[in-house]
C-alpha cells in the first residue's frame, strides 16, 4: 500500500487549505484512515482519523471545531479540510492507516509517506 499525501503549503494564519492523501494498492474502502503531523523536537500526533464508511471522525484536541476530515471511496483519497489555521499548525502532515479504529492513537507505525508541509505565517 502507498500512500501519497499532498496540498501542503505556506498560508497565512487564519487562512485555510486542503490536504488530500491518494492511497494505491489494496482495498482503501477496508482501511481506517488518519492525518498525523510532526514537528521538529515532537512526537508525530494524531490530527484526525476517519472509520471505514466515514460514520466515526475522531480529532485531535488542539484542531477540534477547525480541521475536517472526509474520505471519497470511490477515489481511494482521504482529505483534511483545515481552516482557522494557526502558527503552531506549522509541521508536516502525514497521513496513514492504522489496522483499525482502537488502535488511530496509538499504533506504531513502522513506514511513513513522505507527507507535506504545512508553514502558517502569522
Known amino acids: 500500500v502507498q500512500l501519497q499525501a499532498s496540498g501542503g503549503g505556506l498560508v497565512q494564519a487564519g487562512g485555510s487549505l486542503r490536504l488530500s492523501c491518494v492511497v494505491s494498492?489494496?482495498?482503501?474502502?477496508?482501511?481506517?484512515m488518519g492525518w498525523y503531523r510532526q514537528t521538529p523536537g515532537k512526537q508525530r500526533e494524531l490530527v484526525a482519523a476517519?472509520?471505514?464508511?466515514?460514520?466515526?471522525?475522531d480529532y485531535g484536541d488542539s484542531v477540534k471545531g477547525r480541521f475536517t476530515i472526509s474520505r471519497d471511496n470511490a477515489k481511494a483519497t482521504v482529505y483534511l479540510q483545515m481552516n482557522s489555521l494557526k502558527p503552531e499548525d506549522t509541521a508536516v502532515y502525514y497521513c496513514?492507516?492504522?489496522?483499525?479504529?482502537?488502535?488511530?492513537?496509538?499504533?506504531?507505525?513502522?513506514?511513513w509517506g513522505q507527507g507535506t508541509l504545512v508553514t502558517v505565517s502569522s
Open positions: 496513514n492507516r492504522p489496522p483499525n479504529w482502537l488502535l488511530r492513537r496509538t499504533f506504531e507505525y513502522t513506514t
Open positions: 494498492g489494496g482495498t482503501f474502502r477496508n482501511y481506517v
Open positions: 476517519i472509520s471505514t464508511g466515514g460514520s466515526m471522525t
